[in-house]
């Protein structure tokens, strides 16, 4: 049957959410954006009209100087008279009153920095100026005055800079006789309406290099595409609307420092605040959900798995005010003392289980063991050794005493290397092959305890296994203490050098397949696994391995230094010295 595709709560509200709320907010933010514009559009409608009537004053300034330049030249025979060469008293006398027109025409046009008449046919250039120039600016705008070859120059308004500022230059004349009018960018018009913001007046050339104002615009540059655009400039927001002058190539630009919310109505500003405001609730909103919802039955779900994990039986703590969880809380705390209950129940029933497998496990005992050494000490007494073959059976009594001891019991690791070592003093009388046993363990881990037979069993396989007519078995025993974690475990190892665990038996080891099902040859390995499992759960381990050597199995129990308590009575009698 197919399964039935599951969806997160969260997961649904979530979608849930912003299916109902991207739309609103994409309108939101539309809305808010579109109210800045139009208030950005607004305020350069605003800045683009004066800008056009100051551009309107310096274009009618320009063409009424030009009227008036080209008129005088036209009708006024003082102008014309002067490409020709005139004694000195007349010549002062026509220039001094055309210099006495230049001031009228000056004080009519404050934007009229200098005015020069040049006669190079009388060898005279005279120039009036004004009241705020140098001395040396005076002097530079008549030596360029007199150093310019006007008959090449431009007939229309160009932009000269002459010391540190600029000029719309205009020359009208003769052949030998000119009429040349300075008009000072700076003193062109300039913003006299107090504005909220400060703004500027910026006239550029053609390069769209700064004639005014070079501090602060110095490095601007104007964008000739946008009707008008927001630039930061030194450190702050401005918004430039700009249109050619008509005259010189010259572009003027108006520049307003701008803030979004400063140029705003006080019901636009409202509208975007408000906007924003129930933006933010969003996110708000959905963090109250997930803190008074979401993240307790997070809580709820990982407590859930804990105790499924871990076989573990928490209580689940809820302080919330929601109804709905508080009786899931409860609920569930309910269901878990009864199955608390339940569990106690059962392990009883486990602990009583456990007795009687111990019980059955110490009975596998080992028939082909006990019938060689009454084969073997039955040829010893043939031989009339008598010494040897009380030694035997005094090995084997230990041996036997120690096989019945209660399996839960755990013995110190020095104890069941000695039985070890009586093993294989009994083993050896039994076989021709020589055995060497290697033992190589520290003091500090003689005094830990271990499951008795648990380095037994490893030792009885290798004389199964491991024993070659062509060599001598070579059996190794190592012990160390090792650190992993929060515990200290005991890791003990059994090396013999035989031909190694059958692939399939190896197979099944390393797979972690039922051992019950391997035949005899792994049975007091499979005990073992058993023993380990009831006495430590899954805090110990076995590992079967074959090296060059051989078979190697290592055993990994947690440290225990104390005395644990034995049901089995104790043996008195010691095994006597072989040596």
């Not at 960018?185 to 006239?203: A, F, Q």
């Not at 703590?317 to 878990?336: A, I």
């Not at 006495?535 to 050597?549: E, F």
Request: charge should be negative; glycine fraction near 4%; proline fraction near 3%.
């Amino acid at each position: 049957m197919k399964r039935k595709r599951l969806y997160s709560v969260k997961k649904f509200f979530m979608i849930a959410s912003v299916a109902l709320v991207f739309p609103f907010a994409i309108l939101s933010v539309y809305f808010a954006l579109h109210t800045i514009r139009v208030s950005e559009e607004m305020a350069a409608s605003a800045n683009r009209n004066a800008l056009y009537l100051y551009q309107q004053e310096l274009s009618t300034n320009l063409e009424q100087l030009e009227q008036s330049m080209a008129q005088s030249w036209a009708q006024d025979w003082k102008y014309q008279k002067l490409r020709f060469e005139l004694d000195d008293i007349d010549a002062h006398e026509s220039t001094r009153i055309i210099l006495e027109a230049y001031k009228v025409t000056q004080s009519v046009y404050p934007c009229v920095g200098a005015m020069a008449i040049y006669s190079p046919a009388n060898g005279l250039c005279r120039c009036i100026y004004d009241n705020s120039y140098s001395h040396d600016l005076r002097e530079d705008i008549k030596k360029y005055v007199e150093e310019t070859d006007f008959s090449r120059d431009s007939v229309e308004w160009y932009v000269r800079r002459i010391d540190d500022k600029w000029f719309m230059v205009r020359v009208l004349g003769l052949s030998n006789a000119y009429s040349v009018c300075f008009v000072d960018i700076d003193l062109g018009p300039k913003i006299t309406v107090s504005e909220p913001m400060p703004s500027y007046l910026v006239y550029f050339d053609g390069n769209m290099e700064a004639l005014n104002e070079t501090e602060v615009f110095k490095n601007v540059d104007l964008d000739t595409k946008d009707s008008y655009y927001i630039r930061k400039i030194a450190g702050e927001n401005f918004m430039i609307v700009h249109m050619p002058l008509g005259y010189g190539n010259i572009t003027m630009a108006y520049i307003a420092r701008y803030s979004g919310f400063g140029h705003m109505t006080i019901s636009q500003i409202f509208a975007v605040t408000l906007t924003f405001l129930m933006l933010l609730l969003v996110p708000l909103v959905y963090y109250i959900v997930i803190r008074i919802f979401f993240r307790p039955l997070s809580e709820f779900i990982y407590s859930i798995h804990k105790s499924r994990d871990e076989n573990m039986h928490p209580k689940l703590s809820y302080t919330g005010e929601l109804v709905e969880l508080n009786e899931f809380s409860d609920t569930f705390n309910d269901m878990m003392e009864e199955i608390e209950k339940l569990k106690i129940d059962s392990y009883e029933q486990e602990m009583a289980k456990q007795k009687a497998e111990f019980q059955y496990l110490q009975q596998q005992l080992k028939p082909h063991f006990y019938l060689n050494f009454l084969k073997t000490l039955y040829g010893i007494i043939q031989l009339r050794h008598t010494d040897k073959a009380q030694q035997m059976i005094l090995g084997v009594s230990e041996y036997i005493r120690y096989t019945f001891r209660n399996n839960s019991v755990l013995v110190p690791l020095s104890e069941e290397i000695h039985q070890v070592e009586n093993y294989v003093y009994i083993q050896q009388a039994s076989i021709a092959t020589r055995v060497i046993l290697n033992v190589e363990i520290p003091d500090e881990a003689m005094n830990a305890y271990v499951p008795v037979m648990s380095i037994q069993t490893f030792v009885e396989n290798s004389f199964k296994y491991a024993v070659c007519a062509d060599r001598n078995l070579e059996i190794g025993i190592s012990a160390s203490i090792i650190q992993a974690e929060s515990e200290v475990y005991l890791e003990i190892g059994i090396q013999d050098n035989g031909n190694g665990f059958p692939e399939d038996i190896l197979d099944k080891y390393t797979g972690g397949r039922n051992q019950e099902s391997v035949d005899g040859t792994s049975t007091g390995i499979h005990n073992i696994k058993q023993r380990l499992e009831i006495i430590y759960q899954s805090r110990a381990g076995i590992t079967c391995m074959n090296n060059y050597q051989g078979a190697l199995c290592e055993l990994i129990i947690p440290l225990q230094t104390k005395q644990a308590p034995e049901d089995a009575q104790e043996v008195s009698d010691e095994c006597i010295d072989r040596g």
